[in-house]
């Protein structure tokens, strides 16, 4: 691993405990939280990160096998991202949209370079939601039909047309922004909603139940269908065979967009560049985020088709952000494919989850019985836990949170997700690394046996 850039603030904070109690003070005073009550949080302060680790301020220490909210992929402080974001705000920190950027556009070449083939171009944001709220516009726009699709167990961002996208509870008090979405079941085999007994049944039932919906929504009304292709917060559901090709083909019937979300799944996680790429699909718009810089500098965007591209070729796209393709975020953002090709990230991800990953999973999911089962690819897992495993009752409740307080008692930072430890750590994470924290889950997971 390279040499980390130490920043002074954090070197006198670290080891401080008046200053973690000043830094939880003025958070407890004036920062308003996210998706809390404000009055029943208690945040992590932390002082300092250094590839898969993190320290608060009294130099406890913690594995990140969450890469933050998945967004880590090339860990905390890397010096390549930390490098060519201070060279580029040395040289030029900051340039409207409407103006040609060298960062901007080699960031884009790039994306299109790895993208489907007859991708175009990239249109920038600050991060998912919006990469979401802006593909859902082209698509409408394209097909000049107002309907969107989206299933239920997604998560598409917290804006108005992204959290109405959204299909689970975060989407419940938020009511109906957008009223063009309409939502649908994929596959999930553990909980079929088709009373499935096959991966490859469960696909085609989800598919028939896809089509009923076109057929009954109207297809001619239909400008999208929106979906993670390895859904992420709600359980990392890896598409069955069969099931995204018969997306596709639903979608060439009826003349509708296919919008891949990929600001979890892409660069990377998944063991390929973008999770699609290994369904042998081709989607018309894809949105990123998250990993196309490690959220360094807030970025995200959309992919998008010659097709979709041609439509805004003679008429204008209404739509735009100040800080749309930021140079620092771009900056950032040309370094992550430099260093991806460096230090052989895909590869390296592939043969980490095929050898140490998988293994592993498979090993703790038959030795415990609060574990139902395990499923994922790449860097991005999930042990779904149960209070029962013959009525797959999930565990919830004190079972559940003390399995948590059990990871991060032994100094690993899970990806907590309802009844779910999920795994998704950075993805240049070491081998040792990896076994202790598949370790750490081993023995936090006796913990949840122990309610059984
Ligand atoms: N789409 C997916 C699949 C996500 O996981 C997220 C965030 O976690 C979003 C969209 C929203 O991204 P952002 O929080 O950058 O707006």
Redesign the pocket.
């Known amino acids: 691993m390279a040499d980390y850039i130490d920043l002074d603030g954090a070197e006198q904070a670290f080891g401080d405990t008046d200053a973690q109690r000043a830094v939880r003070e003025n958070d407890r005073n004036f920062v308003f939280h996210s998706w809390s009550a404000q009055g029943q949080i208690n945040p992590l302060p932390v002082a300092k990160g250094e590839g898969v680790r993190f320290w608060d301020y009294d130099g406890t220490e913690y594995l990140d096998f969450s890469s933050q ?2 967004n880590l992929n090339l860990g905390h402080q890397h010096p390549g991202l930390v490098r060519a974001i201070q060279e580029q705000a040395g040289r030029m920190a900051t340039i409207q949209p409407a103006m040609a950027n060298d960062v901007r556009g080699e960031l884009a070449k790039r994306i299109v370079e790895k993208s489907f083939d007859g991708a175009r171009s990239v249109f920038f944001t600050n ?6 709220e802006y593909a859902v516009r082209m698509a409408r726009h394209h097909t000049g039909r107002q309907k969107v699709l989206a299933r239920f167990r ?6 108005a047309t ?1 959290i109405t996208l959204t299909g689970e509870a975060r989407r419940w008090p938020n009511g109906t922004p957008d009223a063009g979405v309409v939502h649908f079941f994929g596959p999930y085999q553990y909980r079929s909603e088709f009373y499935s007994e096959s991966p490859e049944q469960e696909a085609e039932r989800a598919l028939t139940h896809l089509e009923h919906t076109i057929q009954l929504e109207g297809p001619n009304t239909i400008a999208a269908i929106i979906l ?1 292709t390895v ?3 709600n359980g990392i559901f890896v598409p069955p065979p069969g099931y995204l090709t018969g997306v596709r083909e639903l979608c060439d019937r009826y003349g509708i967009v296919l919008i891949c ?5 892409g660069f990377g996680r998944t063991g390929e560049w973008f999770a699609y790429q290994g369904f042998d699909v081709k989607p018309d718009l894809v ?1 990123f ?2 990993g196309v810089n490690s959220g360094y500098v ?1 970025l ?1 965007g959309v992919v998008i088709s010659d097709e979709i591209h041609n439509t805004f070729v003679d008429k204008a796209f209404p739509g735009g952000l100040t800080y749309s393709g930021h140079p620092l975020a771009c900056a950032a953002g040309v370094a992550t494919f430099d260093i991806f090709e460096e230090e052989g990230i895909i590869e390296r991800v592939r043969d980490l989850a095929a050898r140490v990953i998988e293994p592993r999973l498979r090993e703790i999911t038959a030795k415990h019985k609060s574990v139902g089962e395990y499923r994922g690819t790449g860097m991005f897992w999930a042990l779904e836990l149960v209070a029962n495993r013959d009525s797959r009752e999930p565990l919830a409740g004190d079972a559940y949170n003390a399995v948590i307080a059990a990871c991060k008692n032994a100094g690993l930072w899970p990806f907590a997700a309802g009844n779910r430890l999920q795994i998704a750590p950075p993805l240049v994470i070491s081998e040792e690394d990896l076994v202790r924290g598949l370790e750490i889950i081993d023995a936090a997971l006796d913990v949840a046996d122990s309610y059984y």
């Not at 991060?127 to 979401?132: D, K, P, S, T």
């Not at 979300?261 to 799944?265: H, L, T």
């Open positions: 909210l998945v991060g998912g939601a919006e990469a979401n997604s998560y598409h961002g917290s804006t992204a993670e859904t992420g917060t979300d990929e600001v979890m799944a949105t985020a998250k807030p995200g």
